[in-house]
């Protein structure tokens, strides 16, 4: 059973759209929420992270929005560019839990030219 | 640094047979992780090390998975005898766990293919 349910599967954007990726969790524990970006053939690297008592985050074109009551959080890439072209995981983890991430299934994400 | 240094990078072999995993971890980390990567189940945890002693290994499998971390600076993932479920990609991952958010940082991975 996942604990992290993220969608959609897959989604394809135009250069220098918005690819918007969703996740929801059902356990109130978690205390930090990492999104992870994988490029074929390599191991997943962090891109940006919360913690719940903030509602977003933003990092250069990539923000996290987040919705503690709501219980879910979106990792929006502004400007897609080509070289954004990845998977994306969105994890979370309980302070109880400090060396368990369950991870989201992954968003393969394509920008097209 | 390096990073994580894993190898093999790509492993075939048959079924029935041993697959020894490596893993090199980042120097200064005092946590390592095993994952399982397939396109049905997605990034799964098999087991973590903290000060190489393992603290979670409900993740694996089965008995025919087996994880040892006999120093800080080396770990091995074990499969015998594997099967062609065991299909995958395993990455090592490391951490610090001075650090706040305990960032992984996982290695490129080894592919392995069961015939």
């Known amino acids: 059973q996942q604990q992290v349910k993220q969608s959609p599967q897959s989604l394809i954007v135009q250069k220098g759209g918005i690819s918007i990726i969703n996740c929801a969790y059902e356990?109130?524990?978690?205390?930090?929420f990492p999104w992870y970006q994988q490029f074929p053939g390599k191991g997943p690297a962090l891109l940006i992270a919360?913690?719940?008592?903030?509602s977003e985050k933003k990092e250069g074109r990539f923000t996290i929005s987040f919705n503690k009551s709501a219980k879910q959080f979106s990792l929006h890439i502004m400007d897609s560019q080509p070289g954004d072209s990845a998977t994306y995981f969105c994890a979370a983890r309980g302070a109880d839990s400090w060396g368990k991430f369950q991870f989201g299934a992954g968003t393969q994400v394509v920008v097209t030219p | 640094d390096a990073g994580v240094i894993q190898s093999p990078r790509h492993e075939v072999t048959e079924m029935g047979q041993e697959v020894t995993l490596r893993c090199k971890p980042i120097s200064g980390h005092d946590y390592l992780f095993w994952y399982r990567q397939t396109m049905m189940r997605g990034l799964e945890l098999l087991i973590y090390?903290?000060?190489?002693?393992?603290?979670?290994d409900s993740g694996m499998p089965e008995d025919r998975f087996s994880a040892k971390m006999p120093n800080a600076s080396f770990s091995t993932l074990k499969i015998q005898p594997s099967e062609p479920r065991d299909s995958a990609v395993y990455f090592c991952?490391?951490?610090?766990?001075?650090?706040?958010?305990?960032?992984?940082?996982f290695g490129e991975g080894s592919r392995l293919t069961v015939l």
């Open positions: 991952a490391s951490s610090s766990g001075t650090e706040n958010t305990g960032e992984l940082f």
């Open positions: 090390f903290n000060n190489n002693v393992p603290i979670d």
């Open positions: 356990n109130t524990a978690f205390d930090y």
């Open positions: 919360i913690r719940p008592d903030v």
